[in-house]
Nanobody
Framework: VQLQASGGGLVQAGGSLRLSCAAS???????MAWFRQAPGKEREFVAT????????YYADSVKGRFTISRDIAKNTVYLQMSSLKPEDTAVYYC???????????????????WGQGTLVTVSS
């Protein structure tokens, strides 16, 4: 599985941005997610979506502001980000897993495939 993230950029606080992550390969994901990593910090979970059902789960820090969605036909997952804050500044990574499970996957170790990251900078 190869993941290609795009859509990052510079945006003012309060603005919006949409990230995309296109997946290629023969294996169908069970879940896909977005993580982010700010300078000097560890990579943290942002949101995840179960591919078949479309059910979603968010980190508290982005709940109500970010929306994760997927387009099955395009094999692409999106992250719509609104009401952006300077603290949202980070490199955003998409991730994918083919492993089934009953819990929400929020750890970096839950995902075996990663995209290259796209930088989001929110200015105050």
């Amino acid at each position: 599985v190869q993941l290609q993230a795009s859509g990052g950029g510079l945006v003012q606080a309060g603005g919006s941005l949409r990230l995309s992550c296109a997946a290629s390969g023969r294996t169908t994901a069970y879940a896909m997610a977005w993580f982010r990593q700010a300078p000097g910090k560890e990579r943290e979970f942002v949101a995840t979506i179960r591919w078949s059902f479309g059910t979603t789960y968010y980190a508290d820090s982005v709940k109500g502001r970010f929306t994760i969605s997927r387009d099955i036909a395009k094999n692409t997952v999106y992250l719509q980000m609104s009401s952006l804050k300077p603290e949202d500044t980070a490199v955003y990574y998409c991730a994918s897993t083919t492993s089934y499970g009953s819990r929400w996957y929020t750890l970096t170790t839950d995902y075996g495939y990663w995209g290259q990251g796209t930088l989001v900078t929110v200015s105050s």
